[in-house]
């Protein structure tokens, strides 16, 4: 009997180290559910190509099957149903964000950031203009080898985690940085000011704006004080109808949080999820000389 006990146990401990993270465990249902019904909506589709369709209603061409997926939601499928990386964000915080880009798509989606959730964030904004921005180009093609087809950037941040407090402490001392200012575009006075940007982030009005990144967990590492003042300045600066989303992570971070209260305002604070805070920010008109503050 207490052969047979050994075993059970030694059988279970093996069963244990064999399961996959409960969190990966999750995404890959999720995801693979996804696979599924993609899969099944397809199948049922080409069995009804005849004179009694099953599910489509559409008539079908012997050369083109109707259907909304984009081969970028479709990618996105595949990968994440075959992948054991998962999103660095957890669920409840995705959603947030998903939610949103729902009621805008398509629309232009500026993300700070390029990673395993890059795909994902491409495939939730389809028909509409995504682009990542990225300071490590071993990092952009490591991403992009698995996921050709995204818009990525790289780009240079002239800060570090150690200007932090400084920066916050001085900037209004700096006329370029005030916002009766308000520009990014060859602004290499105000040190926030991300001037290494593409132009067409500069050309275009962003109705999404996610920052999660670039690093900010170590001091020599650039930080995300230019990223928080320059989404602040775009959206300030909007001229088409509505606000602007601005959403920003690891805000349980010192310098997320006060970057985040100084330049993006609480009082534009639409929702908190976790380590994500959701900002409705809307344009600014008729911004005079006396305006010492962005709140």
């Not at 984009?70 to 479709?74: A, D, G, K, S, Y």
């Not at 964000?97 to 805008?104: A, E, G, M, R, Y």
């Not at 920010?281 to 709140?295: D, G, L, R, S, Y």
């Given at each position: 009997?207490?052969?047979?006990?050994?075993?059970?146990?030694?059988?279970?401990?093996?069963?244990?180290?064999?399961?996959?993270?409960?969190?990966?465990?999750?995404?890959?249902?999720?995801?693979?559910?996804?696979?599924?019904?993609?899969?099944?909506?397809?199948?049922?589709?080409?069995?009804?190509?005849?004179?009694?369709?099953?599910?489509?209603?559409?008539?079908?061409?012997?050369?083109?099957?109707?259907?909304?997926t984009?081969?970028?939601?479709?990618d996105?499928?595949?990968h994440?149903?075959?992948?054991?990386?998962?999103?660095?964000?957890?669920?409840?915080?995705?959603?947030?964000?998903?939610?949103?880009?729902?009621?805008?798509?398509?629309?232009?989606?500026?993300?700070?950031?390029?990673?395993?959730?890059?795909?994902m964030?491409?495939?939730?904004?389809?028909?509409?203009?995504?682009?990542?921005?990225e300071e490590?180009?071993?990092?952009?093609?490591?991403?992009?080898?698995?996921?050709?087809?995204?818009?990525?950037?790289?780009?240079?941040?002239?800060?570090?985690?150690?200007?932090?407090?400084?920066?916050?402490?001085?900037?209004?001392?700096?006329?370029?940085?005030?916002?009766?200012?308000?520009?990014?575009?060859?602004?290499?006075?105000?040190?926030?000011?991300?001037?290494?940007?593409?132009?067409?982030?500069?050309?275009?009005?962003?109705?999404?704006?996610?920052?999660?990144?670039?690093?900010?967990?170590?001091?020599?590492?650039?930080?995300?004080?230019?990223?928080?003042?320059?989404?602040?300045?775009?959206?300030?600066?909007?001229?088409?109808?509505?606000?602007?989303?601005?959403?920003?992570?690891?805000?349980?971070?010192?310098?997320?949080?006060?970057?985040?209260?100084?330049?993006?305002?609480?009082?534009?604070?639409?929702?908190?999820?976790?380590?994500?805070?959701?900002?409705e920010?809307?344009?600014?008109?008729?911004?005079?000389?006396?305006?010492?503050?962005?709140?």
């Open positions: 009997m207490q052969q047979l006990n050994h075993t059970n146990i030694n059988n279970n401990i093996k069963m244990q180290k064999n399961q996959p993270p409960q969190g990966h465990t999750n995404f890959f249902i999720v995801f693979f559910s996804l696979a599924i019904i993609a899969a099944i909506f397809l199948i049922s589709c080409l069995i009804g190509i005849g004179d009694t369709p099953l599910f489509c209603t559409e008539s079908i061409s012997d050369e083109i099957l109707p259907t909304t984009t081969p970028m939601q479709l996105a499928i595949l994440y149903a075959t992948s054991p990386r998962v999103p660095q964000q957890s669920l409840p915080e995705i959603t947030l964000s998903f939610n949103v880009l729902q009621s805008i798509s398509p629309c232009n989606f500026l993300v700070f950031g390029l990673g395993h959730d890059s795909l964030w491409a495939s939730f904004n389809p028909n509409g203009h995504t682009l990542f921005l490590d180009p071993l990092w952009v093609r490591t991403i992009l080898k698995t996921a050709p087809n995204l818009n990525a950037a790289i780009i240079n941040y002239r800060t570090k985690v150690t200007d932090a407090d400084d920066l916050l402490s001085s900037y209004q001392s700096e006329p370029e940085c005030s916002p009766s200012k308000g520009y990014i575009r060859g602004n290499t006075q105000c040190k926030l000011a991300i001037t290494s940007l593409p132009e067409e982030v500069y050309d275009k009005e962003w109705d999404m704006i996610m920052i999660d990144a670039p690093r900010g967990y170590y001091n020599e590492a650039p930080g995300r004080m230019g990223a928080i003042y320059s989404a602040a300045v775009m959206a300030r600066n909007r001229k088409k109808p509505g606000v602007t989303h601005v959403f920003l992570h690891d805000v349980d971070r010192k310098v997320e949080k006060a970057y985040a209260q100084e330049f993006l305002c609480r009082k534009n604070l639409k929702k908190a999820v976790g380590r994500l805070w959701h900002f920010i809307p344009p600014v008109e008729n911004v005079t000389q006396n305006n010492a503050t962005f709140c």
